[in-house]
C-alpha cells in the first residue's frame, strides 16, 4: 500500500507540474501547431504529416507525433490545451513507465528515484510541455527498454519483438535518433537473455525485422506513392523520404553536410552555427542546465555498477539493466557530444531516462551496501560532486535565487560528509540524511523546473530554465524574435480559443497538375532572404508570426474559393497566418524556405488558376550558411515584379488575384 501511494504521489505531482497553466505559450512550436490543424481537417495531411490541410507539402519529419495530435485537435477542437495536454500526458506516462522499468531491476526506492528525477529534468518539463516530437521519442524509448528487460528476464521472444516495434515506431517519430538506443538494448539481449547463443541470436534478429516493418512501412507508402498526387517532401530537395532518412534528418546531423538546412558545420574542440562539440559539450554554458545536473553523478555511478556486477551470473537482472541504461547514456551522450550538425539544447531530453535510470539504479544499490566502506564513500562522492556541479550550473544566473546555489552546496556538503557514517546512525536518522541527500541532489533541477513552467515558451528553438540559462534564438523564449513570448490569435488571458473560420479541405483544383513541388528537384543555390523579407537570419525563421486582425479580416474574405487563401516564404511564417484564420496557407520553400516546392513554374501555373489568393512579405528563410534550392527566392522576386504591393497594419501582401 505504501508503495502504491508513494507512485501516485509522484505522478500526481508529475502531472500536475506537467499541465498546470500550459496553456500560457500559446501555440508553442506553431510549426506543428498549424499541422495539427492541417491534419484535423484532412485525413491525407493527417497520413503524411503536411503543414497545411491543402497538402502543400509535409513537415520535415515523420509524421507519428502529429497523428495523436491531429486526433486531439479534431476531437476537442483547435486549442492550446489539445495541441499541449497529450505532451503532457506522456510525460507522465514516461514517468511512471521509467519507475516500472527501473522497479524490475532494483526495487520500488530505485524506481521512484529514476522517477523523480526524471520528471524534475529541466529539459524534460519543457519537452513534456511542448508540442516538438521529443515527448513521443522518449515515451517510446522507454517502453523499448521495459520491453528488452522484459525479454531478458523471461527469455521471451515476444518481448523483444516489442521492443523492435516501439523503435520502429520511434522512426517514425524522429527518424534515426530513435536507433541510438539499439547498442544498448541489442547488447543487454545478447549478454544476459537467459537463452542459447542461437537463440538470442535468432531472436535478435526478428527484432531487427519488426523493427524494420514498423519503421518502413509508411517510408514504403510514401515513396511507391506517386509524386504528383501527395504533397512534397519537406526537408528534402529531391521530394523523397529516404533523402530524409539519410541526409537531412540522418547522417548529415552527424557530419553537418544537410543541404537545404540554415546552419554551418561544427567541428571538435570548433565552434559553427550548432556551437562546440566535443566531450564537454553537454556541460557548457547552453546545455549544463538543460539536462546535466545529475550527469557526473551517473556517469561515477555507471562505473560503480559495472564493478559491482563484474562477477555476477551472465543473466544476473541488475547487470542487464546496468547495460541497457549505460549503454543508452554513453552512445547518445558520444553522439549528440560530437555531432557536427543540427543540435538544439532540448535534444537533451533523450539523455534524461538513461541518466535519471542510471543515478536511481546506482544510488539504491550502493545504499543497500552502506555497511562497507566503499559504497559510503562513492555515495558521499556522488553527492559531493553533484551539490558542487549544482552550485556551479546554479551560479551561471546569479541573478536567478542565489540562496539556492550557496544552499545547495554547504547542505550537500554537509550531507556527503553525514553519508560516511550512516552506519553508525541509528535507522531513523540514516533514513532522513539519505532523504536530505536526495533533496540537495534535486533542488537544483527542481528549481529549473519550476521556473520552466512558470515561463511561456514559443518558437523552434525553447530552452529551459530562467533566463541565461541555455540558447536564447532572438528575443522570445525561444526564439521568435518578437521580443516577446508569441501568443496566437485567440489566446485571451492565457486561454487560448480555436481560430474562427476554419473548414475542411477540399483537396486541389486544377488541371491535373498536381501537388506544388511534386517531383522537382528545382535548383540549388545559397539562400538569402526573399524579397521584401530583409536579410537572411533567425529572426524570422524560427518563430511564426503574430498577425494584425486587419490582416487577418482581409485573408479570410474569400478565401473559400481558394484552394490556399495565401502562400508565404517558410513554414513558420506561413503558420502563425494559417492559425490565426483557420484557411491553408502554403509555406513556400518549406521549414527553411529552401526546399523546391513549389517551383516558380508550378507557382506561376497555380497562381493561373487563381488557386492562390494572396501572397505575403516578411517571412526569412535560411542563414548565413544556408543552402539549398532557390525557388523561393525567385518567387519572390517574380511576384514583386508581377504585383502591387499593398500594405495592411505594417504587413506587405501581393494581391495575386489581382492583374498586374
Given amino acids: ?82 495541441v499541449l495536454v497529450p505532451e503532457a500526458l506522456m510525460g507522465v506516462a514516461a514517468v511512471w513507465l521509467l519507475y516500472a522499468t527501473v522497479r524490475r531491476t532494483a526495487g520500488h526506492a530505485a524506481g521512484l528515484l529514476a522517477g523523480a ?45 516489442l521492443a523492435g516495434a516501439l523503435i520502429g515506431f520511434g522512426f517514425l517519430t524522429k527518424m534515426l535518433q530513435a536507433f541510438l538506443v539499439l547498442p544498448a538494448l541489442s547488447a543487454a539481449w545478447m549478454i544476459a537473455a537467459p537463452v542459447g547463443i542461437g537463440r538470442r541470436i535468432r531472436d535478435l534478429a526478428l527484432a531487427g525485422l519488426a523493427m524494420l516493418v514498423s519503421a518502413g512501412w509508411w517510408v514504403l507508402v510514401v515513396e511507391l506513392w506517386p509524386a504528383d498526387s501527395r504533397p512534397y517532401i519537406g526537408g528534402s530537395q529531391t521530394n523523397s523520404v529516404l533523402e530524409l532518412v539519410f541526409g537531412y534528418n540522418g547522417f548529415g546531423r552527424l557530419t553537418g553536410n544537410e543541404v537545404g538546412s540554415v546552419g554551418g558545420q561544427g567541428g571538435a574542440g570548433g565552434s559553427g552555427r550548432w ?91 550502493l545504499w543497500r551496501q552502506r555497511a562497507a566502506l566503499a559504497p559510503r564513500i562513492t555515495l558521499a562522492a556522488v553527492l559531493a560532486v553533484t551539490a558542487v556541479w549544482a552550485f556551479v550550473l546554479l551560479r551561471r544566473t546569479p541573478d536567478w535565487q542565489p540562496w539556492l ?85 485567440g489566446v485571451q488571458n492565457g486561454t487560448a480559443q480555436p481560430p474562427t473560420g476554419t473548414r475542411p479541405s477540399t483537396g ?57 487563401m495565401a502562400a508565404a516564404t517558410g513554414s513558420n511564417s506561413a503558420a502563425g497566418y494559417q492559425l490565426a484564420t483557420g484557411n491553408p496557407v502554403m509555406p513556400v520553400g518549406g521549414y527553411n524556405g529552401t526546399d523546391p516546392s513549389p517551383t516558380l513554374q508550378q507557382f506561376q501555373q497555380l497562381v493561373a488558376e487563381r488557386q492562390i489568393h494572396w501572397f505575403i512579405v516578411g517571412g526569412m528563410m535560411g542563414g548565413p550558411s544556408a543552402s539549398g534550392s532557390d525557388q523561393s527566392q525567385q518567387i519572390s522576386a517574380w511576384v514583386a515584379a508581377t504585383f502591387t504591393p499593398v500594405t495592411v497594419d505594417g504587413v506587405t501582401l501581393y494581391d495575386l488575384s489581382a492583374a498586374s
Fill in 1 to 82: 500500500m505504501a508503495h502504491h501511494a508513494s507512485l501516485g504521489a509522484l505522478l500526481v505531482v508529475t502531472a500536475v507540474l506537467y499541465l498546470w497553466g500550459l496553456s500560457a505559450s500559446g501555440w508553442a512550436n506553431a510549426f506543428y501547431s498549424a499541422a495539427a490543424q492541417a491534419g484535423s481537417q484532412s485525413w491525407e495531411a493527417w497520413f503524411f504529416g503536411s503543414s497545411d490541410a491543402a497538402n502543400s507539402i509535409t513537415v520535415d519529419k515523420p509524421p507519428a507525433a502529429l497523428w495523436i495530435t491531429d486526433l486531439s485537435v479534431r476531437i476537442f477542437g483547435l486549442s492550446s490545451w489539445s
Fill in 117 to 161: 528525477a526524471l520528471a524534475l529534468t529541466p529539459v524534460a518539463v519543457l519537452m513534456f510541455r511542448y508540442n516538438n516530437p521529443d515527448a513521443l521519442l522518449v515515451l517510446l524509448l522507454i517502453g523499448a527498454a521495459y520491453a528488452t528487460l522484459r525479454a531478458v528476464e523471461s527469455g521471451r521472444t515476444r518481448w523483444l519483438l
Fill in 275 to 365: 556551437g562546440e562539440t566535443g566531450l564537454t559539450r553537454l556541460f557548457n554554458a547552453e546545455m549544463g542546465g538543460q539536462a546535466a545536473w545529475l550527469l557526473p553523478a551517473a556517469l561515477v555511478l555507471l562505473v560503480a555498477l559495472l564493478w559491482y556486477t563484474r562477477r555476477v551470473p551472465r543473466t544476473d537482472r541488475l547487470r542487464a539493466g546496468t547495460v541497457v541504461w549505460g549503454g543508452w547514456l554513453l552512445v547518445t551522450g558520444l553522439v549528440f557530444s560530437m555531432m557536427a550538425g543540427i543540435f538544439h539544447s532540448y535534444y537533451l531530453v533523450a539523455l534524461a531516462p538513461a541518466i535519471a535510470a542510471v543515478v536511481g539504479i546506482g544510488t539504491v544499490v
Fill in 405 to 489: 546555489a550557496w544552499t545547495v552546496l554547504v547542505v550537500g556538503v554537509i550531507a556527503a560528509l553525514a553519508l560516511l557514517a550512516v552506519d553508525r546512525m541509528p535507522r531513523a536518522l540514516a533514513t532522513s540524511a539519505a532523504a536530505v541527500a536526495v533533496v540537495v541532489a534535486l533542488a537544483g533541477p527542481g528549481g529549473y523546473a519550476l521556473v520552466t513552467v512558470a515561463t511561456p515558451h514559443s518558437g523552434a528553438i525553447p530552452t529551459a530554465g530562467p533566463q541565461g540559462s541555455g540558447m536564447r534564438m532572438g528575443g522570445a523564449r525561444g526564439g521568435g524574435g518578437q521580443g516577446r513570448p508569441l501568443r496566437p490569435a
Fill in 508 to 564: 486541389t483544383p486544377g488541371t491535373g497538375m498536381g501537388r506544388p513541388g511534386a517531383g522537382g528537384t528545382g535548383t540549388t543555390g545559397r539562400g538569402a532572404g526573399p524579397g521584401g523579407g530583409g536579410a537572411g537570419g533567425f529572426s524570422g525563421l524560427l518563430g511564426a508570426t503574430t498577425p494584425p486582425a486587419a490582416v487577418v479580416e482581409l485573408l479570410k474574405n474569400d478565401a473559400n474559393a481558394y484552394t490556399w
